[in-house]
């Protein structure tokens, strides 16, 4: 939130005259994060309320499989939870379909967006274990093809590049950044870019069959024209997945150090979301939102969002002009 201004107004501008609020130059990049992230927050509580997520197949079909390949100490939890839930899913899914809508409806309204957030880095932890599994991230099969490392912990690290900062705490050499700051940001997402590279590299995701099988199970439940054009893109990357998939990693690694070294042309952006862009559309099919049964977009989206919370300019101190005030003063406050 950009910092307020106050325009002395009368004629002498003496001591006690009446100040009036200047007229707001923009939107600060925090805001249209802020929307961003909420209008995606609003569309996963929509999500949340098809039918499907209302009947048991919810936590048999969704839930308790997340479970599988991670340890113990991971899946034990995820386990207990999804059987205390299941008796009454219809009710507990309204309750999650109400917390989501919540949060996104409370990042659109400027005076709630602190709570919003708070409300929402709590809500994504507990997804991201219970009915993510973190991710997958332990099980050692985790792709960033696939959805690793977690569409709800993007939403909590954009979540703190949107972080509304006080007029107090503006500093011009440190513009954006939300709580973590500029250069926060450009670790966080430097670290996003390199470690999901890391986890394609991971050997199961390098054999030859792995992304064409990706591409298959995304056809599953999707309407028949986009299952039509996964099935044609599967056959085409047929035994060259290995190939394709190292090409992928290699554009992440390229991004991840180009943030890291703090290049900000408009070329790197375009590469993040050309490869973010391609891996929603063909081996996340989307999130599965037109299947019926998915819950969010996939970490696509999220990526081509975090791209731009790193990559928005810096902000220059906002400026006020006074015309025709000889002796006029701009207070910032």
């Known amino acids: 939130m950009g910092a307020r201004r106050w325009i002395v107004s009368g004629g002498d501008h003496g001591v006690g005259e009446r100040c009036t609020p200047a007229v707001p130059t923009g939107r600060s990049p925090e805001r249209v994060l802020q929307v961003l992230l909420g209008a995606l927050w609003i569309a996963d509580g929509m999500l949340q309320l098809q039918p499907s997520m209302f009947s048991r197949a919810f936590v048999t079909g969704q839930l308790l499989p997340v479970a599988q390949g991670n340890p113990a100490a991971v899946a034990g939890p995820i386990t ?59 099980t050692g099969t985790a792709s960033a093809l696939t959805g690793a490392p977690g569409a709800v912990l993007i939403y909590a690290l954009v979540g703190l590049a949107a972080w509304p900062r006080r007029a107090r705490d503006l500093d011009p050499k440190t513009a954006g950044g939300g709580l973590i700051g500029e250069r926060g940001e450009r670790i966080v997402w430097a670290l996003l870019w390199v470690g999901s590279a890391g986890l394609i590299l991971q050997p199961a995701n390098l054999a030859g069959g792995a992304l064409r099988s990706a591409l298959v199970s995304a056809e599953g439940g999707q309407p028949r024209w986009y299952a039509w054009f996964l099935a044609r893109a599967a056959d085409a990357v047929g035994g060259h997945g290995t190939v394709l998939t190292l090409a992928v990693a290699a554009e992440m690694l390229v991004v991840g150090a180009g943030v890291a070294l703090g290049w900000r042309g408009a070329s ?45 300019s810096r902000r220059e101190p906002e400026r006020v002009e006074i015309a025709a005030m000889p002796a006029g003063v701009a207070i910032a406050a």
């Open 268 to 312: 790197l952006l375009g590469v993040a979301i050309v490869v973010a862009t391609a891996i929603w559309v063909l081996p996340e099919g989307l999130g599965g939102i037109l299947t019926g049964r998915g819950t969010d977009p996939n970490t696509g989206p999220l990526l081509a969002l975090a791209g731009l919370a790193w990559h928005r």
């Open 80 to 138: 207990a939870i999804g059987r205390f839930l299941e008796p009454h899913i219809a009710l507990w899914n309204a309750l999650f379909a109400a917390i989501q809508l919540a949060i996104g409806v409370g990042l659109l309204v400027r005076r709630t967006v602190r709570p919003a957030l708070a409300a929402s880095f709590v809500w994504s932890l507990g997804v991201w274990w219970f009915a993510e599994g973190l991710g997958g991230l332990l």
